[in-house]
């Protein structure tokens, strides 16, 4: 009974507010004061400021707040942009009638937001907002990271937004990262970006007519990107909060974790294997084994001895070229005899209850108190017991686990109640820490949302004293808006079936939208139930690796201490010999990984991307989730089902051709249809998209470190106007200087190709061994000139096929050098 009159009296419940707008030097001011009536939650504000900044052309932002209440920033999130004057010529027209406001792009007279219209209400209460816009259509909205759902989100879903580790089930609802942010992707092909910058426990409700965003606290604080195409709204969501970060290029390659190796004896056996079955292996992780009793920062001396994980690791860096990881969880075991805590105490740099007590939870180690990354001052504790850290286990990357915060108490972990809310977007209590906690920042319920940046942010910071002019690696579980800058993610805890392959590459495509373009799933899934009766299924393995080998940017595999072994070497021969062809494969891509990451540094572009990113005026791609693209270059199309060989892919209106072969694929080709294709378990449908050029190599060693200097091809596979372009990135592997970078562009006709230097700030001896042309129309071709003449080379044509090879008969033409070549 009560459930029902408080749900009828939320519906009803609407507040009238009078809005009085009036312009000024940056945009708008104005005030909403309130009438009548009242939200679902009073009391409520009588009165709300408001503020609009027309920032740049294509971005504005706006905000509504309670003066009277402490409105504190999120700390390191926007960049700086100090806005004394609106912008002159925005492409975006705002009208205020109707106690709401309109944003409408000019271009096109569509409407992008609009609250003027309101059907939920503006609520303005202690510990309840809400604001809605109005939407004339079902929208195709991506984003509202993380969880596991479809890449175009499901409307009439409430979509929770909260920091929790809540393992990967598909049911939509919030997990570890909180990002705010959505791109919609209107009918006629145009795209504009939303974020609500709030930390708070959030949601947004997407329904057919209307988008509505509630939090729990902090401001109605809003940025619109105008967009228009997706390339351009994550250029101008990055000039916000910053463009990825770019990882070392070892990053690229293979990765290998379990929890649950025993011993350092059993990852030596697990890496030589790698090697005994003709395996690159590239970075090795260490999960919350190596641990003492799983204390932070400490090594358990028996499994894990300080001297031969050290003499390991020396060897897996200077003899094979492999680097490591370790895990580190922000809890501090409570023990008045380990100094991680003890500090920690001295300098009450923790969280405490709101009595002023520090707060203790409990994860692995048992009883822990967390430190609070919201305090500036703790990067000299951080720094300090990192550098100790790395000393007796020197590592080149770190991985933040555990930072929604996890906590193995519902909450207080004693008889202690957390607050009541009179609204939450989900349970607040399971497995996390209690809300009503406070720390530097403020109010934890506050600061829960960007805990993991902070402690990112504090771990980048150690990671830069200690290896200067390197780049840091961290990988983080948590994530808020702007951790692209810092950290890179993977998709969490996920397990050993088909539909978690399937969802993952929606994951993938979200978290590039999310400004995280780093990222992948846990290849092989990382829980298997009761693999005793249900073995691991080595072909789903299979077919993982395959999507992890073109769509995962992290490409690791990993699995739980309970679930078994999925070591790709572990499944005879056939097995092992198709894993390995993908591994190799994976090789000969790495620099075009390594390109798009280079790229999303520069544009915030992701690196996997969804099929309407590339063809956004292709209607019938707008909701494609089980294929994608890897830049904007090659089309994949994967088995993701267990018991077939035969999948259906779509295939824009465009030239393909097949990756494997280089030829053009009639069966695809200029299609704008579905096709069915067949795919034996030893292959995957790759397509290069007419109009694309970029590097292979052919050359493989067990470790990436040991052929990414090795010679580069080119490939240049033309459109239907017979034209492509392309580029490579090249540098010294992990310099933190962003100059330091050789930056080529090819661009190719059906007479010429031409080779230009973008950026040359690095100098390298690797070499270009040869170019491909494919989708030529020419009957003969009978002489090829390249110049500068620097190098002998000899061609052949194949007028069937329209592919022209060149290559060179001498050392090659140096990868920075301008080239003209043309044939006839
Ligand atoms: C979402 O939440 C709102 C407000 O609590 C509720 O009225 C609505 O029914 C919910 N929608 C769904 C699909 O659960
Ligand atoms: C419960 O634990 C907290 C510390 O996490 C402490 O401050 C509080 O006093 C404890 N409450 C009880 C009832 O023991
Ligand atoms: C949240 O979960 C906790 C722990 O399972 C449970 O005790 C509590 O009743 C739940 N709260 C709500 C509001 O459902
Ligand atoms: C795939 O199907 C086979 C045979 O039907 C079954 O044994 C296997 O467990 C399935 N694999 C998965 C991961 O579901
Ligand atoms: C190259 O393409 C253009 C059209 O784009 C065509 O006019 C020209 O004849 C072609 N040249 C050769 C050598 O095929």
Request: hydrophobic letters at 35%; aromatic letters at 12%.
């Given at each position: ?249 070892w990053?690229?390659?293979?990765h ?11 990852v030596?056996?697990?890496v ?10 590239d970075c090795i992780w260490f999960?919350?084994?190596y ?18 994980l050290?003499?390991f690791l020396k060897?897996q860096k200077?003899?094979?070229?492999t680097y490591s990881t370790a ?66 286990m020197p590592l080149d990357g ?427």
């Open positions: 009974m009560f459930i029902l009159t408080s749900l009828i009296a939320y519906c009803l419940a609407i507040a009238e507010y009078k809005q009085t707008v009036e312009q000024t030097a940056y945009g708008y001011k104005g005030t909403y004061k309130k009438e009548s009536g009242q939200g679902p939650f009073p009391p409520d504000a009588e009165t709300m400021n408001f503020e609009l900044h027309i920032e740049t052309e294509n971005r504005l932002h706006f905000r509504i707040f309670d003066p009277l209440k402490p409105n504190r920033e999120i700390p390191d999130v926007i960049l700086p942009a100090e806005v004394t004057e609106a912008a002159q010529n925005p492409n975006f027209e705002i009208t205020f009638e109707n106690n709401g406001m309109q944003v409408i792009r000019k271009s096109t007279k569509d409407v992008i937001w609009d609250s003027s219209t309101s059907t939920r209400g503006l609520v303005f209460a202690d510990e309840f907002i809400q604001i809605d816009t109005s939407t004339s259509h079902v929208p195709i909205i991506y984003g509202l990271h993380e969880r596991r759902t479809r890449f175009a989100l499901p409307s009439k879903f409430n979509y929770s937004l909260y920091t929790v580790d809540r393992n990967t089930p598909a049911d939509g609802k919030g997990l570890y990262g909180q990002h705010p942010f959505y791109v919609e992707l209107r009918p006629g092909g145009d795209s504009h970006g939303v974020l609500f910058l709030n930390s708070h426990p959030s949601e947004v409700e997407v329904e057919r007519g209307f988008i509505s965003f509630r939090s729990m606290g902090g401001m109605l604080d809003f940025y619109i990107l105008l967009g228009p195409s997706q390339e351009d709204v994550m250029r101008q969501y990055t000039d916000l909060v910053g463009r990825p970060c770019l990882v070392p290029q990053a690229m390659g293979f290998n974790c379990k929890w649950g190796y025993k011993s350092l004896t059993e030596q056996g697990v030589d294997s790698y090697r005994q079955n003709n395996m690159p292996i999960d919350i084994d641990m003492n009793e799983y204390r932070l920062f400490t090594l358990d001396p028996v499994n894990y001895p300080g001297d031969k050290r003499a060897e200077e003899t094979h070229g895990i580190v969880d922000p809890g501090v075991f409570v023990d008045e005899n380990y100094a991680a805590y003890k500090e920690l105490v001295a300098n009450k740099m923790h969280l405490n209850t709101p009595r002023g007590d520090m707060y203790i939870g409990k994860v692995w180690p048992g009883s822990t108190i967390f430190p609070d990354f919201s305090n500036n001052n703790i990067q000299d504790y951080w720094y300090k017991f990192h550098k100790t850290f790395l000393e007796e770190i991985w933040n686990d555990m930072n929604e915060i996890a906590n193995f108490c519902d909450g207080y972990c004693n008889e202690s109640k957390d607050r009541e809310y009179a609204w939450t977007p989900a349970n607040l209590t399971v497995h996390q820490t209690p809300t009503e906690l406070t720390c530097h920042h403020g109010p934890w319920l506050e600061a829960r949302g960007f805990y993991g940046n902070q402690e990112n942010k504090h771990t980048a910071e150690a990671l830069r004293k200690l290896r200067p002019g390197k780049r840091p690696f961290i990988l983080s579980r948590a994530s808020f808006v702007g951790a692209g800058r810092t950290n890179t993610i993977w998709l969490g805890d996920n397990h050993g079936t088909y539909s978690d392959m399937e969802d993952s590459i929606a994951g993938v495509l979200t978290s590039g939208l999310s400004g995280l373009p780093y990222v992948g799933a846990d290849i092989g899934g990382f829980t298997w139930d009761n693999v005793k009766e249900k073995p691991i299924d080595p072909n789903l393995v299979t077919r993982w690796i395959q999507v992890g080998t073109f769509l995962y940017p992290f490409y690791r595999n990993h699995i739980d201490s309970s679930s078994g072994y999925h070591e790709w070497y572990r499944f005879g021969e056939t097995y092992t010999a198709i894993n390995r062809k993908f591994m190799e494969e994976r090789q000969h891509i790495q620099s075009l990984f390594y390109t798009l990451m280079h790229e999303s540094h520069q544009t915030g572009a992701p690196i996997v991307r969804s099929m309407s990113y590339v063809f956004r005026f292709d209607g019938a791609t707008y909701e494609i989730d089980n294929q994608a693209m890897l830049g904007s270059t090659l089309l994949v199309t994967p088995v993701l089902k267990n018991n077939t060989n035969t999948v259906k892919g779509y295939f824009p209106q465009e030239r393909w051709y097949d990756y494997w072969t280089n030829e053009e694929d009639s069966r695809v080709t200029m299609k704008g249809a579905e096709v069915s294709l067949e795919t034996p378990l030893d292959s995957i449908n790759v397509h290069i998209k007419g109009g694309s050029i970029f590097a292979r190599q052919r050359k493989n060693a067990l470790a990436l470190s040991k052929m990414w200097d090795t010679p580069f091809y080119l490939t240049a596979a033309l459109d239907s106007s017979l034209h492509a372009e392309g580029q490579l990135f090249v540098d010294n592997h992990d310099d933190s200087n962003d100059e330091n970078v050789l930056q080529m562009k090819y661009t190719c006709t059906n007479t010429t190709m031409t080779v230009r230097a973008l950026k040359r700030g690095f100098r390298t001896n690797q070499i270009v061994e040869g170019f491909m042309i494919v989708g030529l129309k020419q009957a003969a071709i009978r002489r090829v000139q390249i110049t500068p003449n620097v190098a002998p080379y000899s061609f052949n044509y194949n007028a069937e096929k329209g592919k022209l090879q060149i290559q060179t008969t001498g050392n090659g033409w140096p990868v920075g050098t301008e080239l003209n070549i043309q044939w006839a």
